[in-house]
């Protein structure tokens, strides 16, 4: 069984450029989420997919958009780069929506200049 | 407001010291779902345990204990005869729905240091 990947590990841009970080689900997922993690901080809810529609989303910017794809793959797109978008980007997949246990991937570190 | 409060920035015990990580939340909902995952220096959470709001059984795993208290809205973990394997940062989370639509909040994260 394959576990949560994330693509690319670290990406460094520069303010004002648009970004896209890409997430495949756990074998059997339906459902993913996305996070910014901070340096020190705990993770931030972006927004969730389900059967790919958007079913939640956390207090980020529309600049801040999704896709999910019928295999339950997901995008994740940032516009507009800021430097405080700088952090590490975690994707989460699970069975379902609300109160399945959530499977993380190991991230993408986006660094903004 | 939906909050998720761990008090405690970073404990640090002797290896098979006992310890117990505080997280207190906030919610509007009545149906709703807590959770702990651990994140050790490798950098990746990792799912510990998942309670639903209508299940205030406590439960124990190994060493690991969690003990869900509506009434205070807490529900802390307990690390029993802690091991230089379980320094890592904690966090404790809260999922709700509102209208339909999911919501997870995350605490700031407990960082526990275990000392050999």
Redesign the interface.
């Known amino acids: 069984e394959t576990g949560v990947t994330q693509s690319p590990t670290h990406l460094i841009k520069t303010r004002g450029q648009q970004v896209t970080l890409r997430c495949s689900s756990q074998s059997g997922h339906n459902t993913v989420s996305w996070y910014q993690q901070a340096l020190g901080q705990g993770p931030q809810f972006i927004f969730q997919y389900y059967r790919e529609e958007e079913n939640g989303r956390g207090n980020f910017p529309p600049r801040f958009s999704g896709l999910q794809f019928p295999n339950y793959s997901s995008e994740l797109n940032v516009n507009a780069l800021e430097l405080d978008d700088s952090a590490l980007y975690l994707c989460a997949s699970s069975l379902g929506q609300g109160g399945y246990e959530q499977f993380f991937g190991p991230g993408t570190r986006l660094t903004v200049l | 407001a939906q909050k998720?409060t761990q008090a405690q920035t970073e404990i640090s015990v002797v290896e098979k010291e006992d310890v117990t990580l505080d997280c207190v939340y906030e919610t509007r909902d009545t149906t709703y779902?807590l959770?702990w995952?651990k994140q050790p220096p490798s950098?990746?959470?990792?799912?510990l345990i998942?309670r639903?709001s209508f299940d205030e059984q406590n439960e124990i795993s190994g060493r690991y204990s969690w003990n869900f208290q509506k009434s205070t809205s807490s529900f802390n973990f307990t690390i029993t005869a802690s091991q230089v394997v379980d320094s890592a940062v904690y966090?404790c989370?809260l999922?709700e729905?509102f209208s339909?639509?999911?919501?997870?909040?995350?605490?700031?994260?407990t960082r526990l240091k275990v000392l050999a």
């Open positions: 998720v779902y959770f995952y950098g990746e959470l990792v799912f998942r639903n966090f989370a999922s729905t339909g639509t999911y919501k997870y909040i995350f605490g700031t994260g």
